[in-house]
């Protein structure tokens, strides 16, 4: 009978990978980021364990919002009475690409303890310059960018 073994934390070994944002679909960006970031490109993935891998993730400016996106909106709510805010992703991507980067990809992690230490493992950066080069980071394979 085949069994599968548990993952142990001692078999997890973590890499770097640096991904370019430049000309990418946001959506493809954070699902294939997502999808690192829980060690699903992995053979040892177990749900219930943070396998993954570090993802540095920059040019977040560059990044491309694909058909209306750009007017959609939003929203979120301060606690306050009267509370409601919105924002366009056009409008976030001019002011705070990074933020906007962040919560596409938050969006796709769990929202569990389990969750939060893998967020934990992404660096976002607006330009192209980063301070993880000590880490020696691969690049991100990402599939749908712009032929330049």
Not at 121 to 129: E, I, Q, S
Request: charged share 25%; hydrophobic share 40%.
């Amino acid at each position: 009978m085949n069994r599968t073994t548990p993952v142990k934390e001692s078999d997890i070994t973590r890499k770097w990978y640096v991904a370019d944002a430049a000309g990418v679909p946001l959506g493809r960006l954070a699902a294939r980021v997502a999808q690192v970031l829980r060690g699903k490109h992995k053979p040892l993935f177990s749900y219930n364990m943070d396998c993954g891998d570090f993802v540095v993730v920059i040019n977040a400016e560059k990044v491309r919002l694909t058909g209306g996106k750009a007017d959609e909106l939003i929203h979120w709510h301060t606690g306050w009475p009267g509370g409601l805010r919105s924002v366009s992703r056009g409008k976030l991507l001019e002011t705070q690409p990074v933020k906007l980067v962040e919560k596409a990809i938050w969006g796709m992690i769990p929202k569990t303890r389990l969750g939060r230490q893998i967020y934990r493992k992404l660096k976002v950066y607006a330009g192209a310059d980063h301070p993880h080069a000590a880490q020696n980071p691969e690049p991100l394979p990402m599939e749908g960018a712009e032929q330049a």
